[in-house]
């Protein structure tokens, strides 16, 4: 039977039993969205190749430790946010760098008009959110796991996350209606006002 | 109150549901006849949509091919168990400032360590070691060292010269503590003698096979050992600068008195010392904000930590606050 038809979980109990291609396979399968995950949760393709290499060697080495019970998914995330936010908390400031470009948005010619600016913008305002309001709204509004998913990758209640996500949509509503007088599109007249991202993470009372 | 606007976080909560039923009433009733809170409430729909619309991303070609090796770096590891991931363990009394990682990431060493440990039995008839006020309970049983193996400050060093790295380590600290005469078991604190020089050949051959959770790979690739390396004697105090020994690291090396109070500085416990160092260099990727580095002059300090689990740390020749390069728990086959 070959990899690519087996099971997440199938897959990783392959590799604690010593399957050397198994885990490379999980990887493959996932890593688009973990990649996603990581990238729009801290802002730097630097920072996020970090935070991933991190994970993922955290994940290869203590797989032997994954209880079942949720999704390979839901525990690959985790261990991905964590890592992100570890990253996040550890690092300092820095208000001073250029502005991420989304790598998606630069592809050329999209469909829409205004898609890239407004593409760069909401990547930009994403950057000044703490990271735990950062990686909510992430795995919630851009990739759409559900909250309840989200809540157990993250290991925090429901509530939680909704509201984080309620905080974080504020703010980066705060920002992008200063760019969007019409509220439905931003240009380059307007560039996007970015602040630096909290110092300490900590979500406001 | 309904004259009051509301604020985009209210605004967002009330599209979560978060709003207490009075409050959210009393906001829906101020939001049917103002504009401007209206235009706030669109603001919140029209972020989420946008959100929601960014494109999809793909990892890039760089970042998957740095993962795979890094991954493939590990497979070719020693399979012995080992905590690579640095500043992960934050244990009592070390007093060294050391970041401490996500809970997952410790959750997930602390799976593979207690996997890996059998906790020993304390006698609590030594110097304090092993008693008092362990932070976590987890944390706690794993700093319980055994009183027969807290070390003695006539432990043994050696300047071996080699490279060490993140997957040579078990191996290498195998080597060491072979050639110092402790792999074997016998408790620490033997008065140190002169040490024979070790071979890595005999050495791995000596190895146990792994008997870890994953059990991918065997032992670390055979690394040789200067045949210019050589033990010294706590008593002869002084390594006499062999060829081997980084100008870096002469000035620890010649002073038993600095190389003390390092040990002390880097102990995990009061009263514990260390039942070997190596005067060597250390080679390691870039693991998160750790920067990488290439033979960079290192000491290696082996703690006794409990049965067969030693601490491993790996230091700058500064050896201060700053100076830990890395610190490892490794666990040798019996």
Known sequence: ?205 | MSDDHLSLNELAELDEDLLPPERAAAARSHLDGCAQCQAGAESITVTRTALGELPAVTMPAEVQARLEQALADEATGPARSTTIVPNVVDLPRRRFGRPTMAASAAAAAVVLIIGAIVVAKVDHHSNGAGSGDAGTSAAGALAQVPSNQVGNPNFPTSTSGVTYTPTSLPADVEDLLNTAGHASAGPAGVPATTLPVPTATASHKASAPSTTSSGTHLGGKPKPKSSGGHFSAATEGIVKAPATLPAALRPLAASRTSLLACAEHLAPAVGTFPIAIDFARWTAPAIGTTPAVRDAPSLIVVFPYSGNTYLVDIVAPACDDSSIRQFQQVTLPN
């Open chain 1, 1 to 205: 039977m070959s990899a690519a038809t087996l099971g997440d979980d199938e897959l990783l109990s392959r590799h604690v039993g010593g399957d050397p291609d198994a885990f490379n396979e999980l990887l493959a399968r996932h890593r688009d969205r973990l990649w996603a995950v990581a990238l729009r949760t801290l802002g730097h393709p630097e920072d996020a190749a970090d935070a991933l290499q991190d994970a993922m060697l955290s994940a290869y080495r203590g797989a032997a430790g994954f209880r079942g019970g949720s999704a390979v998914t839901t525990w690959l995330h985790r261990i991905v946010v964590n890592a992100c936010l570890d990253l996040a908390r550890r690092k300092a400031v820095r208000p001073t760098e250029p502005l991420l470009v989304d790598p998606a948005s630069d592809r050329p010619e999209r469909d829409r008009v205004g898609e890239r600016e407004t593409s760069l913008a909401v990547m930009s305002a994403l950057r000044t959110l703490p990271p735990e309001q950062a990686a909510a709204v992430v795995l919630v509004d851009i990739e759409g796991y559900p909250v309840n998913e989200v809540a157990e990758m993250l290991e925090v209640p429901a509530g939680t996350i909704k509201s984080r996500c309620a905080r974080a949509r504020a703010r980066l509503a705060e920002q992008l209606r200063d760019l969007a007088p019409g509220a439905t599109g931003w240009n380059d007249a307007n560039p996007p006002r970015v602040q630096p991202r909290a110092r300490n993470g900590e979500e406001p009372a």
